[in-house]
């Protein structure tokens, strides 16, 4: 039997690069060079020259003071990724997020992680819950992370704890998950799957402080948005 290869090694510089651009998503607001590198504990000379390549690519930004964050030129490649998918739920979640007032988004599955990849904030709401494109916590956190672990047989999930399975059990049943200050605190949300062919499983979900709606007319709402995207993208 011939001897497997070796696996190349993976890139450090790319591998840091990658983690800067992690890092700055999930601050609110831009960091200092110093605050970099000590987010990814290497020196500062090197923290300068992965931000400075990256700011070639427009992929960050420095402000007058010198602190950086996310560039313009990721919004380029994340409107390419499952562009179809984003176009079609985009019209579906503004109108859910102006009636129920709340902040609609869609997640995806990716490796063991929940990612939002689009979201839209109510039109007339005065302080809005935020949930930027790129929000990603662990699959079994969250409202939307239980709603794509219902779409996964027993051997594709991850190992979960008793009362996580039984409450996916639980959701699957209903057809909707929820959750209340499992990823942020004082946050509740709802969310529903989104089955779709030959693609990763997602989710459809609200998230918000307090809602005149309960959780079952909220579940109603986004299920018929679920299903509207699903026909457009013909199942």
């Excluded at 313009?72 to 102006?98: I, K, M, R, S």
């Excluded at 057809?175 to 605190?185: F, K, L, R």
Aim: glycine share 8%.
């Amino acid at each position: 039997m011939a001897a497997t290869p070796p696996q190349a090694p993976a890139s450090q510089t790319l591998s840091r690069g990658i983690r800067i651009l992690e890092v700055l998503a999930d601050e609110r607001g831009p960091l200092t060079i110093d605050d970099v590198a000590a987010r990814l504990r290497v020196h500062r000379s090197v923290a300068y020259r992965l931000l400075r390549t990256l700011e070639e690519h427009g992929l960050v930004s420095r402000d007058s003071g010198g602190r950086v964050q996310l560039g313009t030129g990721l919004a380029a490649l994340a409107a390419g990724v499952a562009h179809d998918l984003q176009a079609e739920a985009l019209p579906e979640l503004t109108v859910v997020a102006n009636e129920l007032g709340a902040t609609s988004f869609l997640a995806v599955l990716d490796h063991d992680e929940c990612v939002t990849l689009v979201s839209v904030e109510p039109r007339h709401a005065i302080n809005p819950v935020a949930q930027r494109p790129g929000t990603r916590h662990l699959v079994t956190r969250g409202a939307p992370g239980k709603a794509i672990l219902t779409q996964l047989g027993a051997p594709s999930r991850p190992r979960l704890p008793s009362a996580l399975a039984e409450e996916l059990d639980i959701a699957a049943a209903r057809g909707y998950a929820t959750s209340h200050d499992e990823v942020i605190p004082t946050l509740r949300s709802v969310a529903v799957p989104l089955v779709l062919r030959g693609r990763a499983p997602a989710a459809i979900a609200v998230v918000f402080v307090a809602s005149s709606h309960d959780d079952d007319a909220i579940a109603a709402r986004l299920t018929h948005a679920a299903e509207a995207v699903r026909e457009a993208l013909g199942g």
